[in-house]
């Protein structure tokens, strides 16, 4: 609801890293270009989710490799459009819920010895994810 709530000059403002959540490099995409980041990330993130429910353990993948992914959508995407991008966040939430409202118990308990299950790394991953950019865009309109 929050981003939908978006003017189209605050769609296009420069946003701040969220203050609950420090982790790679400082924000320097504008509001848009994250909103279209996180509705794109879905599919990979949920794949992460689905890989760890299945086989226990989560494709490889580190920060690196997600800092250049990022930087590169960011080029491909400088000023996505405001309503296709808000359609594509809404299609790519529902998914991600169709997909695991199912899980049962035991398959949310899957997970390396001492690591995350696949039920924190929904919680701290897929929805994380979500958190972490909300409070960014959040931050950007302090009192908003």
Same mark, same amino acid.
């Given at each position: 609801?929050?981003?939908?709530? &978006?003017?189209?000059?605050?769609?296009?403002?420069? @946003? $701040?890293?969220?203050?609950?959540? $420090? /982790?790679? =490099?400082? =924000?320097?995409?504008? $509001? #848009?270009?994250?909103?279209?980041?996180? *509705?794109?990330?879905? %599919?990979?993130? /949920?794949?992460?989710? &689905?890989?760890?429910?299945?086989? #226990? =353990? @989560?494709? %490889?993948?580190?920060?690196? !490799?997600?800092?250049? +992914?990022?930087? @590169?959508? *960011? /080029?491909?995407?400088?000023? %996505?459009?405001?309503?296709? +991008? &808000? *359609?594509? /966040?809404?299609?790519?939430?529902? =998914?991600?819920?169709?997909?695991?409202?199912? &899980?049962?118990? !035991?398959?949310? $308990?899957?997970?390396?010895?001492?690591?995350?299950? *696949?039920?924190?790394?929904?919680?701290?991953?897929?929805?994380?994810?979500? +958190?972490?950019?909300?409070?960014?865009?959040? @931050?950007?309109?302090?009192?908003?």
């Amino acid at each position: 609801g929050y981003v939908r709530r &978006l003017t189209a000059e605050q769609w296009r403002t420069q @946003a $701040v890293n969220s203050p609950d959540i $420090v /982790l790679g =490099e400082d =924000e320097d995409r504008l $509001v #848009g270009v994250v909103v279209h980041h996180v *509705a794109t990330s879905f %599919p990979s993130i /949920l794949s992460r989710v &689905l890989a760890r429910v299945e086989t #226990g =353990e @989560a494709p %490889p993948g580190g920060r690196e !490799e997600f800092d250049r +992914t990022n930087a @590169a959508h *960011a /080029l491909e995407h400088p000023d %996505p459009d405001q309503a296709e +991008t &808000l *359609a594509l /966040l809404a299609q790519r939430v529902a =998914e991600a819920a169709i997909a695991v409202s199912p &899980l049962t118990d !035991e398959e949310l $308990v899957r997970g390396p010895e001492g690591g995350m299950n *696949a039920g924190d790394f929904i919680r701290r991953v897929l929805i994380g994810h979500i +958190t972490w950019h909300l409070g960014s865009i959040q @931050a950007t309109f302090p009192g908003r």
